[in-house]
């Protein structure tokens, strides 16, 4: 049976300044990642180039190293190495819903794990992650808990992942590992339609309604870089109608 391959679809607006520490923390996994799909949403800071300048340059030997563990892990061959490849897709500037499905349709993994730019995920979490899925093959969700940084040091400890827990807030971080096929199943992936956000809340929501086998990492190994003045934090301050409309 082929080991799990996880797939990393990176939207990227605005966040060129941090390009590089995400993508560093995804490239220093104990597990490596088979691929790394950096979508940039019509950027006016070109995040496009500046990726494939990382992944060219900066970053070229970290990601040479993955592949080598690959090869010698799980005898990766010409094929295998054919199939899986490092993208930077670039799109108009259409939402980062749009740039998720968009990443999520190229990819070539089984697992999926979405992370906007600016975030950062500690080097073991797809170890222990994929680890757990060895043993439990019939997961196929993987949660932790997470670490805010930036303007605030506010721990999240995810609670249990439950229908009526999702209704009331969004109930799990965004850099949650989910089966490609999860995906797939729901209607539209990440909601488009959505005119002020929320839409990895409604991918949630939308996962309720499958046959779920989710794991929970105690430890905090996602971290959400916190920004008071972000997007999301004004959306939800001038446009507190769409929470309401979600639940």
């Not at 609670?159 to 989910?178: C, I, K, Q, S």
Request: proline share 6%.
């Amino acid at each position: 049976k082929a080991p799990p391959n996880i797939s990393v679809i990176m939207p990227c607006y605005g966040q060129v300044a941090y390009l590089e520490e995400g993508l560093r923390s995804v490239l220093t996994q104990q597990y490596p990642a088979a691929e790394i799909l950096i979508v940039d949403d019509g950027s006016e800071d070109h995040c496009g180039q500046a990726a494939t300048r990382l992944l060219d340059g900066t970053l070229a030997q970290l990601r040479r190293g993955n592949i080598r563990t690959l090869q010698q892990w799980w005898g990766w061959g010409a094929d295998d190495l054919r199939r899986f490849k490092d993208e930077v897709i670039l799109t108009p500037n259409r939402g980062v819903a749009h740039a998720r499905n968009t990443g999520i349709r190229r990819a070539r993994g089984d697992w999926i794990m979405c992370m906007d730019a600016d975030d950062t995920v500690s080097d073991t979490y797809f170890m222990i992650a994929m680890t757990h899925v060895a043993t439990s093959p019939q997961t196929n969700l993987v949660y932790a808990n997470q670490q805010f940084f930036g303007e605030s040091r506010w721990q999240w400890h995810v609670p249990e992942l439950r229908a009526d827990y999702a209704l009331v807030n969004g109930p799990l971080p965004l850099m949650t590992l989910f089966r490609r096929s999860l995906w797939m199943a729901t209607p539209h992936g990440f909601d488009e339609a959505l005119p002020k956000g929320h839409e990895d809340w409604c991918l949630w929501l939308q996962f309720m309604r499958l046959a779920l086998h989710p794991y929970k990492i105690e430890q905090f190994v996602v971290q959400y870089r916190f920004k008071k003045n972000s997007k999301m934090r004004n959306r939800e301050k001038f446009n507190p109608e769409v929470p309401r409309l979600m639940r």
